[in-house]
Structure formats: C-alpha cells, structure tokens
C-alpha cells in the first residue's frame, strides 16, 4: 500500500499545484516498508491561496531547508518508488 498525501498551493485539485508529496509504503498488514517526502517550490507562486498555505505552511526558505527538486524529477522518482503498490489517500479524490 502506499499512503499518499499532498500539499499543494490551493483547495482546488484541478486548478492548483503541486509543493510537496510524502509517501508511506507498507505491507498490507501495515508493516512498515519505506517512506518519502519530495519538495517542490510551486512554478506560478503568484496564484498560491493564503488558505493553503495556512495548511502546508510553505515558504521557499523553508522548502530550500527541506531539500527542492523539480515537478519532473519528482514525479519520474514517485512513479519508480510506487512500482506494484496499491495507491491510498485519506482524501482519494484530491491526492490522486
């Protein structure tokens, strides 16, 4: 199983980006197997919503601390660490 989930600059999964993605993998018993967090700074901070900030609490300094890659390198690096795992999320709909 891996647990995902998401931060991103707004409420709207359709309409806002991605800044960070943790993922917990576990077997289906829940021992624990692995675990990830990937930073990333938002390409269009202009359109970040004061509410979802108020959620993730992000800033760029502390998304530098943190460790930043890029969208792309995130994404190529989630799709190798969830190879034949079960995808699951407390809010499926918006972590998808």
């Known amino acids: ?3 995902t989930d998401i931060e991103t600059t707004g409420l709207d999964p359709l309409e806002t980006e991605i800044l960070a ?3 917990t ?3 289906h018993d829940g021992t624990f197997l692995r675990e990830q967090t990937w930073y990333m700074h938002p390409r269009w901070p202009d359109k970040i919503e004061p509410m979802a900030i108020q959620v993730n609490g992000y800033t760029k300094e502390l998304w530098d601390e943190k460790g930043v890659v890029t ?3 995130a ?3 989630i799709a190798a660490f969830t190879v ?5 999320a407390h809010n499926v709909s918006f972590d998808w």
């Open 1 to 3: 199983m891996a647990f």
């Open 84 to 88: 034949d795992v079960i995808f699951a």
């Open 75 to 77: 994404m190529r690096e």
């Open 71 to 73: 969208h792309e390198v």
């Open 25 to 27: 993998v576990t077997e």
């Open 21 to 23: 993605v943790h993922i």
